[in-house]
């Protein structure tokens, strides 16, 4: 089954700045939704932002809107999530998922071809 990947994870300082993308293998994001998501230790995975097809619409978790922005280059078939201002409760592994089934955009269970995930380290 075809996956996306993430990448562009790393250690940073608080303040500082990261850019992940998400590219797909064996499929085609272009007609796509993608959302992202990411899971702290010990905790739940959770909604970070959404971007449809076009990239024209995005949503973002309350957490990161300001901080966070989702862009797409269908041409490449990726998605880019630029993050600004981390902080270390944005401490967490982030995965990319593509939206296929009905649903709100913020739940888990619309999304499906997970990758393995990228890790996130704010430090203080």
């Known amino acids: 089954q075809a996956q996306l990947a993430e990448s562009g994870g790393g250690l940073v300082q608080a303040g500082g700045s990261l850019r992940l993308s998400c590219a797909a293998s064996?499929?085609?994001?272009?007609?796509?939704?993608v959302g992202w998501f990411r899971q702290a230790p010990g905790k739940e995975r959770e909604f970070v932002a959404t971007i449809n097809w076009s990239g024209s619409t995005t949503y973002y978790a309350d957490s990161v809107k300001g901080r966070f922005t989702l862009s797409r280059d269908n041409a490449k078939n990726t998605v880019y999530l630029q993050m600004n201002s981390l902080k270390p409760e944005d401490t967490a592994v982030y995965f990319c998922?593509?939206?296929?089934?009905?649903?709100?955009?913020?739940?888990?269970?619309?999304?499906?071809?997970w990758g393995q995930g990228t890790q996130v380290t704010v430090s203080s």
């Open positions: 998922a593509q939206r296929v089934y009905s649903g709100n955009y913020y739940s888990l269970n619309s999304y499906d071809y």
């Open positions: 064996g499929r085609t994001l272009s007609v796509y939704e």
